[in-house]
């Protein structure tokens, strides 16, 4: 029996059934979750994905250019909308549909991982528990079930690709992927960091002829990449700034500040991918100011010890090298040093970096010299893939059940209004508008800045349904007076209006 087992796992063919069938497995009960969050802007609202004969805008305007009532984004992701128009064309507005692409990509990424690591000269069973937990940990679960996470697993699928191209040579397929992998997430700009380590990584495999034609691509792909960011900061710019949030604050004016700020995440990270127990999606972070903190120091000593083990580690056998900077290389772009994000950090951008935390995990293999050894490490990566696998089907759970979801939100970040509101909406569809009054409500006591209109719709909208005429046109006058062209708010306004006018 273990001769056949092993004879099985020799097969790329059986290793591929094997991620598909864990895979189909923990996230089945995700399957049929409806839309949430950006998934209503980006396909339920968005009119570019109608039909093929917004193709052209596609590839011309941002990501959130075709919502109703929406504006646009600093984001630019064709790729993105051309798959959702594909799915709509054949299963309209059901979300199993484009949920399974999700999770058939994140398969074959956990593949494609595994053939990775193996073409880099890694062990067999040391690959396939790498790819293995990358495919299972639960923080893949926000890029991956959520369905406007597309970007990610659709982005890791090109750049994983194109380095495996790339690993072969094949450097014309490489560009190509590259060019997708552009059209799917900026993220893809690191894909130029990523041969290099790989290269850096081989180097003393290559023969001359070999590692000058390395060279010439990786320059040729290094240009394309500086060209691709100038394009995103020109022709491909269409709110008039790379940031994605107009807050000013001492975080977003100091340079200093993002710098301490991400250092000090380091260990928000670290607590996601070592103990994924509180998942949530939007994150809340007081931006830090001093690295003297205990998540300062840690995530100091993180970056300089690492730094030393790196170039130890380059000296020898650039193992930890390879995975230590491969974690790294996705996060600058999303760590708000250069680029300002709408968050501090988030789940869905770790989907990346997990892979240099894997490799770890297959490195580690080859330094095991006995049986028994083997066995033990064997044992601890099924316990910790099967408690992760267990983990991400209880986070799937959540995320079917919006209800459930938002009030997980409010457990782990009980002052964001928006989430209040979110729960509002939810309660409001169930017909419990009481629940839903109580709150929207919230979600308008905590919004300092008075800066939603949506939130007093909302309640606004809620006070109709309960028959409190009075209060649902003093909160839906509110609303316009926030945003005059608020067409929601007149139609059920001039309602309540006409309504009151045939009764009296």
């Known amino acids: 029996m273990i001769e056949y087992a092993q004879k099985l796992i020799k097969k790329d063919l059986t290793i591929f059934i094997l991620f598909f069938l864990i895979g189909l497995g923990i996230y089945a009960n995700a399957l049929n979750a409806p839309f949430i969050w ?17 193709i052209g805008e596609w590839f011309t305007t941002s990501s959130t250019s075709g919502v109703k009532g929406g504006h646009d984004s600093p984001l630019y992701r064709p790729m993105m909308k051309a798959l959702d128009a594909t799915i709509y064309h054949f299963f309209k507005l059901k979300p199993f549909a484009y949920r399974a692409l999700n999770i058939l990509l994140h398969i074959i990424n956990s593949f494609l991982i595994f053939t990775l690591f193996r073409k880099l000269k890694l062990k067999r069973i040391g690959a396939i528990f790498a790819a293995l937990i990358f495919l299972v940990h639960p923080v893949q679960v926000e890029a991956v079930t959520y369905i406007s996470g597309l970007p990610d697993v659709l982005s890791g699928f090109f750049i994983l690709a194109g380095l495996l191209f790339f690993k072969s040579g094949k450097n014309i397929l490489t560009l190509l992927t590259l060019l997708l992998a552009f059209l799917s997430k900026e993220i893809a700009i690191t894909f130029f960091a990523f041969a290099w380590l790989i290269t850096i990584y081989e180097w003393k495999s290559y023969d001359k002829k070999t590692l000058n034609t390395k060279l010439k691509w990786l320059t040729v792909f290094t240009i394309i990449s500086i060209i691709y960011f100038i394009l995103k900061l020109t022709v491909l710019n269409f709110t008039g ?64 010890g690492g730094c030393g083990a790196a170039y130890n580690s380059f000296l020898k056998d650039k193992k930890f090298l390879f995975g230590f900077t491969w974690f790294f290389i996705p996060l600058i772009p999303v760590s708000g040093i250069f680029i300002i994000s709408n968050a501090f950090y988030a789940e869905r951008w770790l989907y990346l970096p997990l892979i240099g935390v894997v490799f770890g995990i297959a490195a580690l293999w080859e330094n095991l010299k006995t049986k028994e050894a083997k066995a033990i490490y064997i044992c601890i990566l099924v316990i910790v ?30 002052y964001s209004p928006r989430i209040y509101n979110q ?33 007093r719709f909302n309640l606004g909208n809620t006070y109709y349904y309960l028959g409190k005429n009075d209060k649902a046109i003093f909160w839906l006058n509110e609303a316009l007076e926030m945003k005059p062209d608020y067409e929601k708010a007149k139609i059920v306004l001039n309602k309540i209006l006409e309504e009151n006018k045939i009764y009296q």
């Open 385 to 414: 893939s099967m408690t992760f696998a267990t983990r991400t089907i209880f986070r799937n759970r959540e995320w079917a059940d919006p209800q459930e979801f938002f009030e997980n939100e409010i457990a782990n970040n009980p």
């Open 38 to 54: 950006d998934d209503f802007t980006l396909i339920d609202s968005n009119e570019q994905i109608r039909s093929f004969d917004h």
């Open 423 to 455: 729960l509002g909406t939810v309660h409001f569809a169930k017909r419990n508008y009481n629940r839903a009054l109580s709150a929207i409500q919230k979600s308008i006591e905590l919004d300092d800045a008075k800066s939603s209109p949506i939130f």
């Open 241 to 304: 700034t790379a940031d994605l949030t107009d807050i000013v604050n001492d975080y977003t004016e100091s340079i200093l500040i993002r710098t301490i700020t991400f250092i000090s995440i380091i260990w928000e990270y670290a607590k996601l991918i070592i103990y994924p127990v509180h998942l949530f999606f939007e994150k809340s972070v007081v931006h830090a100011t001093t690295l003297l903190a205990p998540k300062g120091i840690f995530g100091l000593t993180v970056l300089i």
